[in-house]
């Protein structure tokens, strides 16, 4: 995704794309278990951070929209995060929770 962003020229006839391409940024931060490292949590969240006129209807339900339009879109899926998230030993499939930050400190610079 970052990749396609920095490839991607912010134009009139890209503005949709990268709104999708932020939107799906900002569903798949969502995901992410509350204790994932936070530098890729960042990074993702910048995506969409890049991009923030993706309505709320388009990042979640209903009630995520409605909530987010009171309390603001980050704000809301923090909350719920909090809330229903999940954390990443509940659902890790790698022996060794090292290895991720191995991988992740080998992504390129954001």
């Not at 890209?14 to 569903?27: D, E, G, N, Q, S």
């Not at 798949?28 to 994932?36: Q, T, V």
């Not at 969240?45 to 009171?70: I, K, M, V």
Request: proline share 7%; with cysteine; net charge positive.
């Amino acid at each position: 995704m970052e990749a396609f962003m920095r490839a991607c020229a912010p134009t009139a006839e890209t503005k949709r794309v990268r709104a999708l391409v932020a939107a799906k940024a900002f569903h798949a931060w969502r995901a992410l278990p509350r204790d994932f490292s936070g530098t890729f949590q960042q990074r993702m969240l910048a995506l969409w951070l890049a991009q923030p006129d993706t309505p709320p209807e388009r990042l979640g339900s209903a009630q995520f929209a409605r909530l987010s339009r009171w309390l603001g879109p980050v704000t809301a899926a923090r909350l719920l995060r909090r809330l229903r998230g999940h954390t990443y030993a509940s659902c890790r499939t790698l022996d060794d929770p090292g290895l991720v930050e191995q991988w992740l400190q080998q992504l390129p610079a954001a």
